[in-house]
């Protein structure tokens, strides 16, 4: 990993360091890092096609934005469990099937937060139980009504952004 590594900040999500690395020639540089626990998403679909997005409230992109559900990983988490827990708390659905869409870097240059995404589908409807902090409106729509609105560039956000089009490329 890295051989000189500095804490700036602890957070209750992130933390940052200052980490010296070695470039594949040799050479050393220092990064900033913020470290991150990871998390997970899902895009869920109903039997009769339509899928849930939210609109959630995200200070850092200046309001509500359009979202698939997701969470942070807890440590040693599976991404399905962390899932599964995300999809009840945000929409009030419990999935019957998670199916692995993708794992992606959600800010490789600076961040190390890996996020699995998935599709779930079979969906059981069960209490919905928001964090005190959450600000979430579950929408129900058609698949290609999400993908106009991402064409039409009001899905700003790249999990949700890379699994609508994957699920797109997989119906």
Do not use: N
């Amino acid at each position: 990993m890295s051989a000189r590594c500095k804490d700036i900040f602890q957070g209750r999500i992130i933390s940052v360091a200052l980490e010296e690395h070695a470039l594949p020639d040799g050479r050393e540089a220092t990064y900033e890092m913020v470290r991150h626990p990871g998390g997970a998403a899902a895009l869920p679909v109903l039997d009769d096609g339509r899928v849930i997005l939210i609109r959630q409230f995200r200070p850092a992109a200046g309001g509500m934005i359009w979202e698939i559900p997701a969470g942070r990983l807890e440590p040693d988490e599976d991404p399905a469990e962390c899932i599964r827990r995300e999809l009840q708390e945000e929409i009030g659905y419990c999935p019957g099937t998670l199916k692995p869409l993708a794992d992606m870097f959600s800010a490789v240059g600076f961040c190390d937060e890996r996020v699995f995404l998935f599709l779930a589908t079979e969906l059981t409807v069960v209490p919905r139980a928001l964090e005190s902090d959450e600000f979430i409106e579950p929408v129900t729509m058609p698949l290609a009504e999400a993908l106009e609105l991402l064409d039409r560039g009001e899905i700003v956000d790249a999990k949700t952004q890379l699994a609508l089009l994957l699920a797109d490329r997989r119906r």
